[in-house]
């Protein structure tokens, strides 16, 4: 396909037709002057998302992204706006979130001289996450260099990618296009994956990791049908920002532990252990080897070859999980009979208490919220508890950060509302994370968006208290800089338009949450919690 020109045909028409072919209905952005000239008679078919800080912009570009599956395009200020997007720039690479990022700089005749708002290295500023990133050396490469960009975001695996734009290219004269189509999925060799069908179908007792993958490659109905075929133990890849199995399921037993000690002894009674759309592992506490039991055969199934080539141990195998995960199904290596493994035991009920517990917080939120609500997750401290209160039981319902840094929160689950304007987001987000993007509130304001901004206060960084103890600190020792005393959400909320309330009573909880869930429109509840 050959896109239309005319006589007076720019570098901004040629973008914003490439814009349309890769379905780029927003622009999600923070303009400054070097971006001006960018918006010259912007087109009504395209509409413009402002957020009020470069962070927010990405993140909101980040869960927009991941919700539609699509390419999703930001607009930043040169330097200075770059740097201020840099944090969420690196969750967006972690999450493997396709994004293309239209950055200013200044005018050409004037970059020899070190001009005020200059990007003196554009290209280098952004990495290394960003998977590429280009400032192209005349005025018409631009709309190819976008055009390049949108395929390389969008092959496997996907991630951020930036190109500068100099101000003063957008009135010159272009070229359009040619439009093509590529295909981002790569089949692993059979050879690989009748081995691991092999071993699958002659091991004892096999156990599934499930990463993020799953989800975001729309494997979900394979693994599931693969896991009860095998009757494999399936634990949740430790830090995985997408949930790829139903945690309700007979066969989950939890998330997988973040240091290596844990998972050998997690995997303790495995001969057999699958990786699907994963790290072989991932790791937040130090430790010694055996990565791994001694004897157990370890095979890895992802799209992230970089992933392939760090794994301490086992067989890798490099392409889509959706496709390998169907090669296995058809295989005709025939599982034997095994019995369905014990699951952990159920956790004790969460009762009501002054303050309420996280516990019971998350427990009651999930006997009342509704199957196809979405979750947007950013509680560092309350995770470990959600993961045993409220489990995730749907393809698409919950996306968090993948990338342990905080401020993806609150404006991720504005750009997954903006993407699923049908369905309820709950945003589960920590006091402190909240600080971090608070603006985000007043995008959800602007575009009436379906949202639930559910606070959940322990006036501090609960996280660190909790890894604290990790490293050895003594029980009850207050760390520096880790107390958040005196922040008012609601406040916070209704400056921005947003109407909320703070809730202390357990006993109040249940009706506040069927309210709150019940209105359409943003709404922000804050819990206090012990």
Known sequence: MTLSSSPAFTVRDAVYEVLRAFGGTRIFGNPGSTELPMFRNFPADIEYVLGLQESVVVAMADGYAQATRRVAFVNLHSAAGVGNGMGTIYTAFKNRTPMVIIAGQQARPILPFDPFLASEEAANLPRPYVKWSVEPARAEDVPLAIATACHRALQAPCGPVLVSVPVDDWDQPALPVPMRTTSSRIMAEPEAVAAMAQALATCERPAFIAGAEIDRGQAWDEFVELAERHQARVFAAAQSSRCAFPEDHPLYMGVLASGPEGVVSDLAECDFVAVIGGA?????????????????????????????????????????????????????????????????????????????????????????????????????????????YLPMVAPDSYYAMASGGLGFGIAAAVGVAMARPEQKVIALIGDGSFMYSPQAVWNAVQEDLDILFLIVNNRRYGAMDRFGKVLGFPEGEVLPGTQLPGLDFVSLAKGQGCAGERLEDASQLREALQRALAMRGPYLLELVVA
Do not use: C, N, W
């Open 280 to 388: 072989v592992f991932t790791y937040h506490i130090d430790g010694q080897p055996p990565y791994i039991r001694p004897g157990t055969q370890v095979f890895q199934i992802t799209e992230d070859a970089p992933s392939a080539a760090r794994a301490a141990v086992g067989y890798s195998l490099v392409g889509s999980v959706r496709l390998a995960l169907r090669q296995l199904l058809d295989h005709p290596a025939a599982p034997p009979a095994r019995p369905t493994p014990a699951r952990p035991p159920l956790p004790p009920v969460a009762e009501p208490s002054s303050p309420m517990t996280v516990a019971y917080a998350l427990q009651t939120l999930k006997e009342v919220r509704r199957p196809g609500d979405i979750i947007v997750e950013e509680a560092p401290s309350a995770r470990p508890v959600m993961q045993v």
